[in-house]
């Protein structure tokens, strides 16, 4: 009883044309917008993390490489069923290009990126194409891949396909874009991982040999079958579904660059020989370079 | 006993490991991609005992947290039979979601500090443990291990060589539990350590773990403090009998002992006499048995000496926090099992209590609908309950078998069960999207397709051979006209083709290939791209025989160049229940040897394509007994007439379902150029449509 008599009593303030209510509806109609802008631009602000994105073949190093960044030690790790992330910070011997003059000596924070892990499994890689397409503020992917075992003929094909998906979504992107202002071009670098291992390619002998694979592949694919999906109308863009320099015989990587993406192919190491620590200076230096 | 217990994430990052013996990583990682990302061979069975799996000779058991997406692996040798690691999975998984709740909850988890957990996980082995074909025993004995001693032990040394005569029955349990030394446990400090050292006392006690421990006693009053008890209890026991039931002539057991304890007896004197500093040489037995009477025994009593002994030393507080502790842990293990146990046998949802009251009943409602709508509203059974059933009866209309659409909605249901609905996501949204992607993952393939790329790499280089394609199917849905079909799309690419007559027995039925090859060999003359010819030998031979020669033909039998690059070899339609000519294919399959199996399903037929593709699949056993291709025994399905079914393409989520075998080529018209590639993205949106 006495709670519905305060609430009427307060209820009857309220609506009564009093100067104090009055007031205080004032400051609420006016505060209260100005606190939502608040609240939501500090909420969308935080997202606007630079991120890179991690792919590659199941096994070739993906989320050892992502603990290592993000931990300074890479972890024991199995195949992943989900992708995952993680918030990096630049090593202090890394300068990022919009610090490149900033003093050796100068200790402060650096730069914070994220870096997306992707599964590598042939089931699961739609959630590598989709955060490819979605993500707003990538800077670049890393393709990992082991450099063992491209040297066999089924480890170098699961790779060179990947990557030519990986390749020809990037172009579609490029030539597919409705408006004049190209979308922001995103570099590939082909992270040549797993040079520790004896049997390994050096790095050159990776980058040709995924090129050679990929000319294979691509005119393997431009002769397949049309797929399901694909409907009679636009049968005629082969064009399209061409990577790279249409009708070339050999595949460069060199060719992408007419359709906004770099390529480079840097070798290195998660982990190091009998437990050394491996060598990732060359991956940190290209991610210091398009930060 | 065990090889390895590993707790990993969802994406794959191992948070904590602990290995017996070196267990490959292969093993883990190939548990994940059966059983997880495959999803084979996995039979629904939640609730009560965690599934095994088998991989070389280890068996993998393992149990799952969806919230947190934590997945616990335990490895150990097939050979053995260890009933209790189900506990022992269960514990586990509900303690280290409790200790590291926190850091669980962050959002870019990498890496949990979790060596604290080590300790914990001991115990839990040693709690557990009962040897390789027992049944775990259960925590009631324990307790009635407890129940039953105390009146042994009530009085002096004295009294004690009469009373372990008594003792011994309940001992015969005790020796299982390996308990650790305590001095150990006592150099590490931290709170868990405690719990441990908890959990270690608390089960029935051993003779030998008490003996490292009445060594420490002497030198530290520390040690003292914690081991102490046993031994100052016993003192204390002699003022104040009635406190204490003490077990310790049970520990003991043995007659040995007892004997002894007599001897102790003779020297109570002695022992007077070296109170202060500790225990006497000849005291050490009985001492041995007090800390295990002590330790064994739950009886707060024991507790509050504990601390008051402790108090002038500054750890006292601490140990008597740590017995306490202790206590929770055991109980918490055994609650764990209790529930875990009370939960296989009714189902696990969790309804939130009812609000009491009409205004609270509509105040949740109204939220609840404004969530629906809103989002961020977390999904129970009862949520999902309705949409799904509605989903599935979706999916039943799209033509996907009852056994498929069940699957998928029990997966979509697992994943969203305890989920969170994103801002301005109604339910039916979320699950919508949930489905996409399980229909994305059944369809997509594992490996790449790439037939032409598989063609060219074998014959080419030194080992050339003719790249062997077969077809199987039942009667009449289409198994020669896709295989003419396959036979334009080789042609196409400049392959010299051999289509080979398998089908003996229908009337008809090389004629029929006859014509196709008649009509494929004008049509490549014109374009001037591959040849194309038929091996026959007539009707009655045995097709698998048939075959083998024609591979043989087609290799020219080592006399220089081959002669084809691709052999297609036509079999006869058989029903998928009929077992004699379905054994038949056995024989056709090791003989023949192709390098690809495709079985074609109708796009018309519904439930019983699992059962065909099933069937078909089963019986391409190589020499050893194994199904080839990996244990699949087919590489892949046509699906043919899938232009007279519109979108409702449910055959190929049910044919795939069943065997894990992707979809390789869909038929979509009368020509021989109407055989596409299967696109998921397609698939996937005319069945959600």
Known sequence: ????????????????????????????????????????????????????????????????????????????????????SALCALPSTIRSTSDRYRSENDTSSQPQFLLLDTPGHGKLRHHALASL????????????????????????????????????????????????????????????????????????????????????????RSKGLMDSGVGMEDAGEEEREWLGEYGAEAFGFGQMEEHGVEVVVVGGSVRGEGGEKGDVEGWWGWVGENL | MLDAFEILTTSGIVLWRKEYAPVSSNVINSLINDVFIEQRGQKSSDGGSNPAYRKDKYTLRWTSAKDVGLIFVVVYQSL??????????????????????????KPHLTNIDSKDFDPTFDALVRKLDTGSTRRPSEPDSDAGVIELTPPSSTVSAGEEGADEDDAPPPLPGAPQFKKPAIPQRQKQESAIVDDTTSADITPVPTPDASRPSTPAQAPSHLLTAKAGPGKASRRARKANTSAFATSAPASSGDERPSSRAKGG????????RWDANGVATEGDD??????????????????????????????????????????????????ILASSKATSTTSTSQTPSDPSGLLNTATSKITGLFRNVVGGKTLSKADLQQPLAQMQSHLLEKNVAREAAERLTTSVETDLLHHKTASFTSIDKTIRESMAKALTRILTPTSSLDLLRNITSTIEGPTARPYVISIVGVNGVGKSTSLSKIAYFLLQNKFRVLVVAGDTFRSGAVEQLRVHVRNLSELSRRENVGTVELFEKGYGKDAATVARDAVTHATNAGKGEMLYDVVLIDTAGRRHNDTRLMSSLTKFGQLANPDKIFMVGE??????????????AKEFVDTKGQLRNHGVGMDGFIISKCDTVGDMVGTLVSMVHATGIPVVFLGVGQHYGDLRGLNVGWAVDKLMK
């Open chain 1, 1 to 84: 009883m006495a709670g519905q008599s305060t609430l009427e009593s307060w209820l009857t303030w309220a609506f009564s044309p009093s100067i104090s209510a009055i007031l205080v509806t004032l400051i609420i109609s006016l505060l209260s917008p100005i606190l939502i802008h608040f609240y939501l631009y500090r909420k969308a602000q935080s997202k606007e993390l630079p991120s890179f994105l991690l792919l590659g073949p199941s096994g070739a190093g993906k989320t050892s490489l992502l603990t290592l960044f993000a931990n300074g030690t890479s972890s024991k790790t199995h195949t992943s069923q989900t992708p995952s």
């Open chain 1, 133 to 220: 397409t979605t993500s707003t503020a990538l800077k670049g992917l890393i393709y990992v891949v082991d450099s063992a075992a491209l040297s066999s003929s089924a480890g170098l094909t699961g790779a060179a396909e990947y990557l030519y998906d990986i390749l020809l979504l990037l172009q579609k992107r490029h030539t597919g874009a409705k408006t004049s202002k190209d979308p922001q071009a995103l570099p590939v670098m082909i992270a040549a991982n797993k040079q520790d291992v004896f049997s390994s390619l050096p790095t050159q002998m990776v980058k040709t040999k995924l090129e050679e694979e990929i000319a294979r592949v691509r005119a393997t």
């Open chain 2, 80 to 105: 053995l039979h260890l009933s209790w690691v189900d506990n022992l999975l269960r514990a586990v998984r509900a303690l280290f979601t409790k200790q590291y709740a926190t850091e669980l909850k």
């Open chain 2, 265 to 272: 007896k003779a020297s109570v004197k002695q022992k007077r």
């Open chain 2, 286 to 335: 009985d001492a041995v048995l007090d800390y295990s009477a002590v330790t064994s025994d739950p009886a707060d009593g024991e507790g509050e000496l504990d601390v008051d002994d402790v108090k002038a030393e500054d750890m006292g507080s601490r140990t008597g926090k740590g017995q306490f502790v202790l206590k929770d842990l055991d109980d918490e293990v055994d609650a």
């Open chain 2, 603 to 616: 796009a018309l037929v519904g439930t019983d394509s699992v059962a065909q593709a099933r069937n078909f």
